[in-house]
């Protein structure tokens, strides 16, 4: 609307979503960090032994960044925690809500002196929340100069008021395996074992709809669709990660967190709500759904 041209950098996957939904901009595929997470609840190990890997990929970025910035005239790029994609031709400007790791303390002083001396080889940094954190809590907190553009969201505010529901539950099942593919599995079962009608939205590429008893079980979801499931459910399940806390931000919708095992961000987040809010979270391998309480996400 502003008369910018507009180019999305990102892996296979993002290229696969990025044309259903704009089909008219040009997306350039750039490999991605690729982490992989242990089966088991601690996570800190497996990601340690990747950081060899991660700035591997971090100085191959920079390297992308100069050239596609260089062939196609950038002026500004917008790099969404991607720690190295950035060039001296142009205004680079960095993304992220996290700007303290949280983890074992012997781990994470060294942790948060690399993320944060990447991000200030940036511009500028923007923090997508409230001048008081109150989204992000102490995971945007630092010393150096921030701006913060307010949460970033699909969905307006109150989308879903007033709305007769199809589905009493809605899970949304995301994340890296094989702690996603456990964590589907595992609402799967807690569903059957429901009367009410139930929907999963998996996220997978490339996997057609299913139906299993009472579940209806849906792949990716372009955003029309992914909206108007979630307009049709009463209650919510998903991963406490921040893009779901600032869609449900705005949805002032009834929901329940289940972090992801050893994702200490995630745990973190969990418990930031529940402390402000009252949001109920269950651990992943203990899940009881008519257990526990749905209480709106909402702070005013």
Same mark, same amino acid.
């Given at each position: 609307? #502003?008369? +910018?041209?507009?180019?999305?950098?990102?892996?296979?996957?993002?290229?696969?979503?990025?044309?259903?939904?704009?089909?008219?901009?040009? +997306?350039?595929?750039?490999?991605?960090?690729?982490?992989?997470?242990?089966?088991?609840?601690?996570?800190?190990? %497996?990601?340690?032994?990747?950081?060899?890997?991660?700035?591997?990929?971090?100085?191959? !970025?920079?390297?992308?960044?100069?050239?596609?910035?260089?062939?196609?005239?950038? &002026? @500004?790029?917008?790099?969404?925690? #991607? /720690?190295?994609?950035?060039?001296?031709?142009?205004?680079?400007?960095? *993304?992220?809500?996290?700007?303290?790791?949280?983890? =074992?303390?012997?781990?994470?002083?060294?942790?948060?002196?690399?993320?944060?001396?990447?991000?200030?080889?940036?511009?500028?940094?923007?923090? =997508?929340?409230?001048?008081?954190?109150? *989204?992000?809590?102490?995971?945007? $907190?630092?010393?150096?100069?921030?701006?913060?553009?307010? =949460?970033? %969201? #699909?969905?307006?505010?109150?989308?879903?008021?007033? $709305?007769?529901?199809?589905?009493?539950?809605?899970?949304?099942?995301?994340?890296?395996?094989?702690?996603?593919?456990? /964590?589907?599995?595992?609402?799967?079962?807690?569903?059957?074992?429901?009367?009410?009608?139930?929907?999963?939205?998996?996220?997978?590429?490339?996997?057609?709809?299913?139906?299993?008893?009472?579940? &209806?079980?849906? =792949?990716?979801? !372009?955003?029309?669709?992914?909206?108007?499931?979630?307009?049709?459910?009463? *209650?919510?399940?998903? #991963? %406490?990660?921040?893009? %779901?806390?600032?869609?449900?931000?705005?949805?002032?919708?009834?929901?329940?967190? @289940?972090? $992801?095992?050893?994702?200490?961000?995630?745990?973190? *987040?969990?418990?930031? +709500?529940?402390?402000?809010?009252?949001?109920?979270?269950?651990?992943?391998?203990?899940?009881?759904?008519?257990? $526990?309480?749905?209480?709106?996400?909402?702070?005013?």
């Amino acid at each position: 609307m #502003r008369g +910018h041209i507009i180019i999305t950098c990102g892996d296979q996957k993002s290229k696969i979503i990025y044309e259903k939904e704009f089909p008219n901009i040009l +997306h350039i595929i750039i490999d991605g960090y690729k982490p992989t997470y242990s089966k088991y609840n601690k996570q800190e190990w %497996s990601i340690v032994k990747q950081i060899p890997k991660f700035i591997n990929r971090i100085y191959k !970025e920079q390297k992308d960044a100069e050239r596609i910035s260089e062939e196609q005239n950038i &002026d @500004i790029i917008i790099s969404d925690n #991607r /720690f190295g994609f950035r060039s001296k031709k142009t205004i680079n400007i960095f *993304l992220t809500h996290q700007l303290k790791i949280k983890g =074992p303390e012997n781990l994470m002083k060294l942790a948060n002196k690399i993320n944060q001396r990447f991000i200030k080889k940036f511009d500028v940094c923007w923090v =997508p929340d409230f001048e008081n954190s109150l *989204l992000s809590g102490d995971l945007s $907190t630092c010393k150096f100069k921030t701006t913060k553009i307010g =949460p970033l %969201s #699909r969905f307006e505010d109150g989308y879903t008021k007033k $709305t007769k529901f199809k589905y009493k539950y809605l899970a949304i099942i995301s994340g890296p395996e094989p702690q996603r593919s456990l /964590f589907e599995k595992e609402i799967t079962h807690a569903f059957k074992k429901i009367k009410d009608p139930c929907v999963i939205i998996t996220g997978e590429i490339k996997k057609s709809k299913d139906k299993i008893k009472n579940i &209806d079980i849906y =792949p990716h979801l !372009e955003i029309k669709k992914f909206k108007e499931i979630v307009v049709q459910s009463e *209650l919510m399940i998903c #991963r %406490s990660g921040y893009s %779901s806390i600032m869609d449900l931000y705005f949805l002032r919708k009834k929901v329940m967190f @289940i972090p $992801t095992p050893g994702q200490t961000e995630q745990e973190y *987040l969990a418990k930031l +709500h529940k402390k402000k809010s009252n949001i109920y979270f269950q651990k992943q391998g203990e899940i009881n759904i008519e257990s $526990t309480k749905f209480m709106n996400f909402n702070h005013g």
